[in-house]
């Protein structure tokens, strides 16, 4: 009865966040409209004129103001994207090297060392970002792209500050969760056999243990998927916030859905019409309901896959 009743507040939190959520972005849904998804334009309007507003579907906002998502939800799955084609061939690579490589003497420090990583606060790793890795896209792998690889589309063009779309990827790639776990529940059996059976160690992983665990494997990117997905401060602080403006190449400023939500809180109490709030508000729901997507997703491969193992 009472994992039963923990299972059913579980679930209910969520419904009920969901719907809390809709109900307090159901302004901003009624005045946006469809351009919330295809305008780049935000703006909270003009705050200091005679107080009056603009009406649209009987709700009313600052006089100026316009409400697009866009370039969040760009971001967003901009950043999330990259970061996981970065992370996904290295952490794989990661956990074969401490699952079937390394000595088992040293096995443990591995093991101790990227669970560290998966603890370490996501704003030290935000810090972290903006004096070494912010520094380093801005005088140098900036300039050597302009230099010598503009030619190739999004990686030309001015080189900016460092702050931006690559400087987001690279510390979202770090954060995102390994597949280690899901590698050490397999039994060694399958390796083992394929070795028997004249394989090389590098044949026996990629055709024998590797497929046996896509299940778990998909799962788990799709999971570290949906953690990119609301990653906040540590992209806050390197991602430039973007305003009003999509990214041109890999080291422009780029802006997501959480980080955005935190930035501009501010002054949206300040807009007296409240539509700044609903706004965002609404930028929330979009990223509740994406990453609802992903995590169901995920879970609908992990069921279909019996010896996927734990999901790291």
């Known amino acids: 009865m009472l994992t039963g009743a923990a299972a059913f507040v579980s679930s209910f939190l969520i419904v009920a966040m969901l719907l809390g959520l809709f109900v307090y972005a159901y302004p901003a849904i009624r005045f946006n409209g469809l351009g919330f998804f295809t305008s780049i334009v935000w703006n909270i309007g003009n705050q200091y004129g005679s107080g009056a507003t603009v009406t649209h579907n009987g709700y009313s ?18 950043t999330s994207v990259l970061a996981m084609i970065i992370a996904v061939p290295f952490s794989i690579l990661v956990a074969l090297a401490i699952v079937y490589r390394l000595p088992a003497k040293v096995k443990p420090l591995a093991n101790a060392v990227v669970e560290l990583m998966a603890g370490v606060p996501s704003v030290v790793y935000g810090l972290w970002g903006m004096v070494v890795v912010v520094p380093f896209i801005g005088s140098v792998v900036a300039p050597f792209a302009h230099d010598h690889l503009g030619i190739i589309p999004f990686l030309g063009g001015a ?96 802006n997501t859905i959480a980080a955005v939500i935190v930035s501009q809180l501010e002054s949206a109490l300040t807009d007296a019409s409240g539509m700044a709030q609903h706004s965002l508000g609404e930028l929330a729901l979009a990223l509740f309901l994406i990453t609802l997507l992903v995590n169901g997703v995920a879970r609908v491969i992990l069921r279909g896959a019996p010896h996927a193992g734990v999901i790291g």
């Not at 046996?212 to 401060?233: D, K, N, P, Q, Y």
């Open 159 to 254: 080189t900016e500050s460092g702050n931006g779309l690559l400087a987001a990827t690279i510390i979202l790639a770090i954060m995102v969760a390994t597949t280690r776990d899901s590698l050490q529940a397999q039994s060694k059996s399958i390796y083992e056999a394929s070795l028997a059976l004249g394989s090389t160690t590098w044949q026996a992983v990629t055709r024998a243990v590797l497929p046996s665990v896509r299940g778990g494997l998909g799962a788990s990117i799709l999971l570290s998927f949906g953690r990119a997905l609301g990653e906040t401060m540590a992209v806050l602080m390197i991602c430039g916030s973007a305003i009003n403006t999509l990214p041109n190449t890999i080291f422009s400023p780029v």
């Open 61 to 78: 906002a600052e006089p100026g103001a316009s409400f697009g998502g866009l370039v969040f939800i760009a971001g967003t799955l901009l």
